[in-house]
């Protein structure tokens, strides 16, 4: 198995750029999570969903929109990227939500 | 104030010796707890779920005080491999909430 695979593992964009990053999962799970981590901050909710066709926002999701249109998959989008999303990207998913959290290895994001 | 707070480190120790983080959280209502770790560059994996009771995986102790609200991790006989970051979790309300980490470098 798999697990918790995102793409691209990389990538770096101009301000105002848009783009997408893609999450999937082949655990057969309901929850799907994005999250931010930044250097002293730790990780932070960006959205969330707990099912097909169902988002949530989270701690910070300004800048960021998200899709759940397949189980498997959670789509992480920023319509005009700025240097302050600048940071690295974790999609997480877990089978309910007091389960633990299993994660992909992260895309590093660049805004210049 | 954080809702949930860590000593960012570094614990600096020896190969073989005990160590214990603590960590403390905001929430009173948050009712669940797990201990992750993160290696430098890579996704946080679990380590451990924190029970009421206290729970022991090998040399990992974790323990919770809710009267208190702080939950603690204790590595007895240290490695080089367990030089990580350790993330506390608490979950309330609908989401898990991370601290900032506390790393740890266990030296030869």
């Known amino acids: 198995n798999a697990g918790v695979t995102q793409t691209p593992k990389f990538r770096v964009l101009k301000t105002g750029q848009s783009m997408t990053l893609l999450c999937a999962q082949d655990?057969?799970?309901?929850?799907m999570y994005w999250y931010r981590q930044d250097p002293g901050m730790g990780l932070r909710l960006i959205h969330y969903?707990?099912?097909?066709?169902?988002?949530a926002k989270g701690e910070v999701p300004d800048g960021y929109n998200v899709s759940r249109l397949k189980k498997q998959n959670f789509l992480l989008g920023l319509e005009s990227a700025a240097p302050s999303q600048t940071s690295v990207y974790f999609c997480?998913?877990?089978?309910?939500?007091?389960?633990?959290?299993?994660f992909g290895d992260g895309t590093r994001l660049s805004i210049l | 104030r954080k809702e949930v707070e860590q000593d960012p480190g570094p614990f600096n120790v020896p190969e073989g010796a005990t160590v214990a983080f603590n960590c403390t959280y905001s929430?009173?209502?948050?009712?669940?707890f797990f201990w992750y770790r993160q290696d430098c560059r890579k996704e946080p994996k679990l380590l451990m779920s924190?029970?009421?009771s206290g729970n022991e995986d090998g040399r990992f102790t974790a323990q919770l005080n809710r009267a208190s609200q702080y939950i603690s991790l204790l590595i007895r006989d240290s490695k080089l491999s367990d030089s990580a970051t350790y993330l506390c979790?608490?979950?309330?309300?609908?989401?898990?909430?991370f601290g900032p980490g506390t790393r740890l470098s266990v030296l030869p």
């Open positions: 655990m057969n799970h309901e929850y």
């Open positions: 969903s707990v099912g097909e066709g169902t988002t």
């Open positions: 997480a998913s877990s089978l309910g939500s007091l389960r633990p959290q299993h």
């Open positions: 979790v608490a979950f309330y309300g609908q989401n898990f909430v």
């Open positions: 924190v029970y009421s």
């Open positions: 929430n009173s209502a948050s009712q669940s």
